[in-house]
């Protein structure tokens, strides 16, 4: 493998890169001229907000979409790809931020899909997969169950499967689509080391991500994009975090600023809950948790160890084997997702492009689902739309919905957009709580100071707000109180001011704090 | 970046103009492929075209032919449709047209001493009633277990006809008749004829007002709102504290109670008893009807009526020319083919 990189990387100054790239989606021009090198052998970080153009860039250099302009540049020489088998051939893999794996196969299954090593029979010899697999695991420095089922491995270790079957398939150019989103801080760190050993042994590694903290740990070189346009591109010890924030959103983002309010009534109150799925496998136990108006309470963990049931026990959509839950002092362990909410609860849901929103309805639609049959709506059966149509356009304006017209699809929003939308929609009638699930996912920077003003806001106006999510950093800002859950139960509980990154790591990987 | 959806043909729909436009496009592209085909069979495709639209639209009396024959696909069409917007690909509507065709000529020979003010209005109410109950079974299994509509429901279909085809051979069998039929309904449960020297009746109008009620309900009622969003996409309409599976089997029930219609009226309104062989899958041609008319008020009327011109042109062809009947089976089935697809898709793959 070491020669054919060497010959796929020969000496070419540039590895990858692109120049003069332009692409345009109607009036919109999602890649601007965009012109960067990766040189081979080092880690090159693409930096830039959500809708700054880095998913189309990266969709081009994998051959899945076509520039309008200009070219992408492999080896120092023009090339066009035709599609990820061709940039395949070009020594180019991706690792896209959704896996692409068979949850059913096992890990090595998954390693050797559709390049299966044969014995002379026809068999898929399953000795040399294996000897294959662990010689890469060996190099790598990390070590994988590898007959464990995909969907029962943990996430780092699907992601690392990812990369593993690039290098698998001979790539020798990886490109890495927020690689991190989906990890723990110490998590974070291996996969950091495990990119920097790559490079080390000669690979090319694009790195995209807008955590600047991990950009500037890891990168040679650094290219920065805004509004689809390169706004600068060079070393990396050449810049700083700060001058990068400045430069990812065109000027300083004023920090959300907490505000430490008064605690109130219970709102929330959760005692033993308990759950045992159909397959007899505990998701939940001994979990015992209250929110208080007033107050924000963030759940924090890694992905996957109860969160997603935590909140379908909290939000009704799923049922549970022991334990209580009560809404302002009501039990509605036995109620259905509408009785809880009309005793005030909201959900904002994780995911925004299934539940959270209806992408094909309309603006409107969206934001008056769930209340269109209050009296002012409703009249002897007949929607008025009228009411209607005013009241979604008076929500939309109150949290700051950029749009052409309500009646268009929320699909035509951006993603901040469209999580205001949701947000609007959740906040409508003064809920008592909200649920709010993953609120910044996917949304820019601008968005998330926005996104955090409206929950801070409606916890001092007296509301109740269970925040989960996996961003640390929006944890420590917004939350009175971090709980933080492994494997389905409590690990701990601190208070802002005793927690820190460090700390609540130690708790998500089931250590003590 | 996240891209918005690029395709036109389904966010600016809401136009009339487009949608005739995707309603037409299909038929056209039918009129094209079956053209070459009477070419090859040595006629002129022009020729027969032009036979084919005076013999359904050439004069008042062929209108009414086709308006008639148009009934009880509008009704099929409306009961597909309203599951359609549910989520549930209900193809059980045949079955509801034979238990509502029997249920409504059962009423029409049995309370034979009623007024017409009742009798009717009695044998239509129990046609909806039968069709309504015909589909508490797959509702209710697809509402509760998931269980997989497009299975059962056509299933129930050979489970009606075959109850239907038992009972007027045994228990509902007209005196002294030999042919598998009940006996003929009392005057007073058939519908009034709209004009004379044509089988359009009454029926066509309660189609018209049902269209209209059809387009209402999607329009302005919570009801269709909620029905609309739990179709697109259920966890949303879920998360937003809708009942989904509630909404979907009110929708089969409602589907149900239209095919229980449509075999109402073509009980009343045209063969005036129930014999075996009664439909001759109206319930199938309504899904062609849905599906053309994008679940549109007006589009399924407007495909309702395509399908009724095609059978009465059809039906009559063969008398004034020596094309065969066949094609116009091959055009029905070209424009249903074509229906299905959904041309938007073109645009977005070239974008």
Redesign the interface.
């Known amino acids: 493998m070491t020669q054919s990189l060497a010959l796929k990387a020969g000496e070419a100054r540039v590895r990858l890169g692109a120049r003069g790239i332009t692409r345009r989606f109607g009036a919109l021009t999602a890649n601007d001229q965009i012109d960067f090198s990766a040189r081979p052998g080092t880690i090159h970080a693409i930096v830039g907000g959500n809708g700054a153009g880095k998913s189309t860039l990266m969709r081009i250099l994998q051959g899945m979409d076509q520039p309008d302009e200009g070219s992408i540049i492999v080896n120092d020489s023009a090339v066009t790809l035709s599609g990820p088998a061709e940039a395949f051939r070009l020594g180019i893999g991706m690792v896209h931020q959704e896996f692409m794996l068979v949850n059913q196969l096992t890990m090595l299954e998954n390693l050797i899909l559709a390049r299966e090593p044969v014995s002379s029979l026809g068999v898929i010899d399953r000795a040399a997969a294996l000897k294959a697999g662990q010689d890469l695991a060996e190099r790598a420095g990390v070590t994988l169950n590898w007959h464990q089922r995909v969907q029962d491995a943990p996430v780092h270790a699907r992601q690392i499967l990812e990369i593993l079957r690039l290098l698998y398939r001979g790539a020798d150019v990886l490109i890495l689509d927020e690689p991190t989103a989906v990890l723990a801080p110490q998590q974070i760190r291996d996969l950091l080391v495990l990119l920097q050993r790559l490079r080390d042994d000669g690979r090319t590694i694009l790195f995209i991500s807008h955590k600047l903290g991990e950009v500037m740990a890891i990168s040679d070189d650094i290219t920065v994009i805004r509004t689809g346009r390169v706004i600068t591109s060079g070393p990396a010890d050449e810049t700083s975090k700060a001058q990068l924030a400045v430069q990812m959103t065109g000027e300083m983002v004023r920090a959300v600023t907490p505000r430490r309010a008064r605690e109130g009534d219970t709102v929330l109150s959760i005692t033993g809950l308990g759950l045992t799925d159909g397959r007899g496998i505990r998701r939940l136990s001994g979990i015992d948790l209250s929110v208080a108006a007033g107050e924000i309470v963030a759940l924090a963990g890694i992905s996957g160890n109860g969160q997603d049931e935590l909140v379908e026990a909290i939000t009704g959509l799923s049922s549970i084997s022991e334990g209580n839950v009560a809404l302002r002092y009501h039990d509605v362990t036995g109620m259905s997702l509408h009785q809880r909410r009309a005793l005030g609860l909201a959900y904002l849901s994780p995911d925004r492009a299934h539940e959270g929103l209806c992408l094909e309805a309309s603006i409107t639609d969206n934001v008056i689902a769930g209340h269109h049959r209050r009296a002012e709506f409703l009249a002897s059966g007949l929607l008025r739309l009228k009411a209607i149509r005013a009241h979604a356009e008076a929500q939309l304006d109150r949290f700051g919905v950029r749009r052409d017209s309500a009646a268009l699809p929320v699909s035509s929003l951006s993603g901040g957009n469209q999580q205001r939308v949701a947000i609007a929609r959740e906040l409508d009638g003064s809920p008592a709580l909200l649920i709010a699930c993953q609120p910044t996912r996917g949304v820019d920077i601008h968005g998330i100071a926005a996104i955090h003003q409206c929950l801070l806001e409606y916890r001092d106006a007296g509301g109740a707000v269970l925040l989960v999510s996996e961003e640390l950093e929006e944890i420590m800002t917004l939350a009175d109180r971090i709980t933080v859950l492994f494997n389905g139960a409590v690990r701990g509980t601190l208070r802002r001011g005793e927690a820190d990154v460090e700390s609540i790591g130690r708790l998500m990987l089931g250590e003590d704090a | 970046?996240?891209?918005?959806?690029?395709n036109p043909a389904?966010?600016t729909g809401f136009s009339a103009l487009k949608l005739i436009g995707t309603a037409l496009l299909p038929f056209a592209l039918a009129l094209v492929v079956a053209g070459v085909v009477l070419a090859m069979a040595g006629h002129n495709p022009f020729d027969v075209y032009r036979l084919l639209a005076l013999e359904s639209f050439g004069s008042s009396k062929r209108i009414a032919a086709t308006m008639a024959a148009a009934t009880p696909l509008i009704f099929t069409g409306l009961g597909t449709a309203v599951a359609f917007r549910a989520g549930a690909f209900n193809v059980g509507v045949e079955g509801c047209v034979s238990i509502g065709g029997l249920a409504a000529a059962y009423v029409g020979f049995t309370f034979v001493t009623l007024p017409a003010a009742l009798l009717l209005p009695f044998a239509m109410l129990a046609a909806a009633l039968a069709g309504l109950a015909w589909m508490i079974i797959p509702g209710l299994l697809k509402a509760r277990l998931d269980a997989d509509e497009v299975v059962t429901t056509l299933m129930m279909n050979f489970i009606a006809v075959a109850i239907a085809t038992w009972l007027v051979n045994g228990p509902l069998l007209a005196v002294g008749s030999a042919n598998s039929a009940t006996p003929m309904v009392a005057e007073a449960a058939r519908l009034p004829r709209l004009m004379r020297g044509s089988t359009l009746n009454a029926g066509f109008l309660i189609a018209l007002i049902c269209v209209l009620l059809y387009w209402?309900w999607g329009k302005?009622?919570?009801l269709g709102?909620?029905t609309?969003?739990a179709g697109?996409?259920p966890?949303?309409?879920?998360?937003?504290?809708?009942?989904v599976p509630r909404l979907v089997l009110k929708m089969m029930l409602l589907s149900g109670a239209l095919g229980g219609i449509a075999g109402g009226t073509h009980a009343l309104g045209n063969v005036y008893r129930y014999v075996d062989g009664f439909s001759p899958g109206y319930g199938f041609v309504g899904i062609a009807v849905a599906l053309l008319g994008r679940g549109n008020a007006w589009g399924i009327l407007m495909a309702a009526i395509l399908f009724g011109a095609l059978s009465t042109s059809g039906a009559t062809i063969q008398l004034f020319s020596d094309v065969p009947i066949e094609i116009v089976d091959i055009l029905q089935g070209m424009v249903m083919i074509f229906a299905v697809a959904r041309f938007g898709a073109l645009g977005r793959k070239a974008?």
């Open positions: 970046m996240a891209m918005p959806s690029t389904t966010y209402l302005r009622t919570a709102f909620e609309r969003l697109m996409s966890r949303f309409a879920t998360a937003t504290g809708m009942n974008a």
